[in-house]
């Protein structure tokens, strides 16, 4: 049976909740469970996905097997599939860049990440020795730097590229064109979870819209207690993920908000919520004779499977662009499946367009 074999950039609490996914689904009939938008892509299973190389930079994971790893301090997904395979894959070391951010240091050993002191790979090289074919990039928010080092290894290793992070390489005209160049498919940027607050927004401001009601003020403010949200309390490093956000919002509108009037972005670390994350919506606008409407709504959430099961869709589209030849930005993906792609949609018209390239899954 056909295979996609993948490498992972970050093994954090996404890549863990991806790992247990791809073997949960192994033993499970898609049709009767819960959690997957496609039971095949490209004649994909999500079992069919195979992980042949993993980097990371935390001393508690580094030199570790794969399914030791994704359970290791600080990550805190949820336990859903604690029995893993033996993968044969020991996570690299990565070069750290700008991965870390200063203010961990402050925070306990299992919260926050440790660097660890081993030299770092040479990422294109190992990308190439395991004949990865699709990079997915979890590294923390404010990554520039180093989310950048394993698009250029991408380049060149010859590998497409899942970019779950809100560092803009798929909506970047100039990495766009490099990829397109390449001829190495590129999905992104900063992954739409399943059911996470930005679709809920988005959807919701679709709504009024469409019914006539104009949107006066709204705001989305997110609370979590896993890593990435400890990592987005450094204000520098949260700019790119409240423009992401903000943006994706605000591509659903007819006219724009006034920067004043609309405030989307993580907002508290709240360590005892682990990957738990709340969302709280509020929205206030006008309907029929102008009159006041408002709209307050809490969202719920585990964090890290809740975007596993979009990314396990981008791998399987990775592959099919690949098959058939496409490369640079996939703009029906990215529109269904990233915050920021270079080609907003409203949704509906996104999820159509992504029917259209997966077809019947086979
Ligand atoms: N629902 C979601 O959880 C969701 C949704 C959208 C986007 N994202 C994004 O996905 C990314 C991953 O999220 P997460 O919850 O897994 O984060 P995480 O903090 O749990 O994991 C990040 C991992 O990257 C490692 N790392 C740091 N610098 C590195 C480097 N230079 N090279 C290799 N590894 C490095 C860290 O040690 C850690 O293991 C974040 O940018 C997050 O914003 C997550």
Redesign the pocket.
């Known amino acids: 049976m056909s295979r996609v074999r993948i490498a992972l950039?970050?093994?954090?609490?996404?890549?863990?909740a991806l790992v247990q996914g791809i073997e949960y689904y192994r033993h499970r009939d898609a049709a009767a469970h819960a959690g997957l938008m496609h039971a095949r892509i490209a004649g994909l299973a999500p079992a069919d996905v195979e992980v042949v190389a993993a980097?990371?930079?935390?001393r508690r994971?580094v030199g570790r097997p794969l399914e030791e790893a994704v359970f290791a301090a600080?990550?805190?997904a949820r336990v859903f599939q604690a029995k893993l395979p033996v993968s044969g894959v020991q996570v690299s070391m990565?070069?750290?860049?700008d991965?870390?951010a200063g203010h961990m240091a402050d925070h306990p050993e299992d919260e926050a990440?440790r660097a660890d002191s081993a030299p770092p790979v040479d990422v294109a090289s190992v990308l190439a020795e395991s004949r990865a074919e699709v990079l997915v990039c979890?590294?923390?928010?404010g990554?520039e730097r180093?989310v950048r080092?394993?698009a250029e290894a991408c380049l060149a290793a010859g590998v497409a590229m899942v970019n779950?992070?809100?560092v803009f390489l798929a909506s970047d005209p100039d990495w766009a064109e490099r990829f397109r160049a390449a001829g190495l498919p590129l999905i992104g940027d900063?992954?739409?979870?399943q059911v996470?607050a930005t679709i809920v927004h988005r959807a919701l401001a679709r709504l009024f819209a469409d019914r006539g009601v104009a949107l006066d003020r709204t705001y989305q403010l997110n609370t979590g207690g896993?890593?990435?949200f400890l990592?987005m309390l450094e204000r520098s490093r949260l700019a790119s993920?409240k423009r992401s956000k903000t943006e994706s919002v605000q591509s659903q509108l007819d006219a724009r908000l006034d920067d004043a009037d609309i405030h989307v972005g993580p907002s508290d670390y709240v360590s005892w919520q682990g990957d738990n994350?709340v969302a709280f919506i509020r929205m206030e606008g006008r309907g029929f004779g102008e009159l006041p409407i408002e709209l307050e709504l809490r969202l719920s959430v585990q964090?890290?499977p809740?975007?596993a099961g979009v990314v396990i869709d981008a791998i399987r589209c990775a592959r099919l662009a690949r098959q058939r030849g496409l490369a640079g930005p996939i703009d029906a993906a990215c529109a269904w499946l990233m915050?920021s792609p270079p080609v907003q949609m409203r949704d509906e018209e996104a999820r159509r367009a992504l029917e259209a390239l997966v077809g019947d899954g086979a």
């Open positions: 950039a970050g093994v954090g609490s996404c890549a863990s980097f990371d930079v935390d994971k600080p990550n805190r990565g070069p750290i860049l991965g870390i990440f979890y590294l923390p928010v990554s180093a080092h394993y779950c992070v809100p900063d992954v739409k979870s996470g896993n890593t990435d990592n993920k994350k964090d890290s809740n975007s915050k």
